[in-house]
């Protein structure tokens, strides 16, 4: 069985950065890419990068260049999403997603909150 | 990056109902569009891919079609399973979802 999990809830302060990991298993981690989606309290779902796993490539989107930055741990499968110079308007639900290339994202994370709060 | 603009936001209606929920790109996508579920406290769930392919397991009262920019969803005979928020999400370059439309009970 497929599983992304992802580490615990976060607090931070403004202008903090936060770095959330995701751990998978079930499948071959270099097949696949990762994605980041962060839903904001009552509010929709919000794409931010992509990571290819087979070669680290990463697409972030326009919104989010040069405050975040996806990595993976191929020896633990794991990925991992930071974001920098964080604000209020950051207060979110992060999910990691396994990311096919042209197929829908179809295995998502359980959903790491982060809180930013002075 | 590709916009995606979804409506209605909100839209209320009763079991047993056809509903459906339009989606415009702001450039032409075709197939790569996606439709999900998601219901309060859960990741969302695929539902449609490529315009209109079901899912593996996803009951056949939900549909896709379109081409394009425009991409419509619909839900025959509504049931009070599919009550929840909907989105769709274009995967042609990168990704974008569109703002998603919450069924809810008439």
């Known amino acids: 069985q497929i599983h992304l999990v992802q580490s615990g809830a976060e607090v931070k302060k403004p202008g903090a950065s936060v770095k959330v990991s995701c751990r998978a298993s079930g499948y071959i981690f270099t097949t696949s890419g990762i994605s980041w989606v962060r839903q904001a309290p009552g509010q929709g779902l919000e794409w931010m990068g992509l990571?290819?796993?087979?070669?680290?490539?990463?697409n972030y989107a326009q919104k989010f260049q040069g405050r975040v930055t996806i990595t993976t741990d191929t020896s633990t499968s794991t990925a991992y999403m930071e974001l920098r110079s964080l604000t209020s308007d950051d207060t979110a639900v992060y999910y990691c997603?396994?990311?096919?290339?042209?197929?829908?994202?179809?295995?998502w994370g359980q959903g790491t909150l982060v809180t930013v709060s002075s | 990056d590709i916009q995606m603009t979804q409506s209605p936001s909100t839209l209320s209606a009763s079991v047993g109902d056809t509903v459906t929920i339009t989606c415009r790109a702001s450039?032409?996508?075709?197939?790569?569009l996606a439709w999900y579920q998601q219901k309060p406290g859960k990741a969302p769930n695929v539902l449609i891919y490529?315009?209109?392919s079901l899912e593996s397991g996803v009951p056949s009262r939900f549909s896709g079609s379109g081409s394009g920019t425009e991409f419509t969803l619909t839900i025959s005979s509504l049931q009070p399973d599919d009550f929840a928020t909907y989105y769709c999400?274009?995967?042609?370059?990168?990704?974008?979802f569109g703002q998603g439309t919450k069924v809810e009970i008439k």
């Open positions: 997603v396994r990311d096919r290339y042209g197929l829908p994202l179809d295995y």
């Open positions: 999400q274009q995967y042609k370059t990168l990704s974008t």
């Open positions: 990571i290819r796993v087979y070669n680290g490539n990463t």
């Open positions: 450039q032409s996508i075709s197939p790569w």
């Open positions: 490529k315009t209109s």
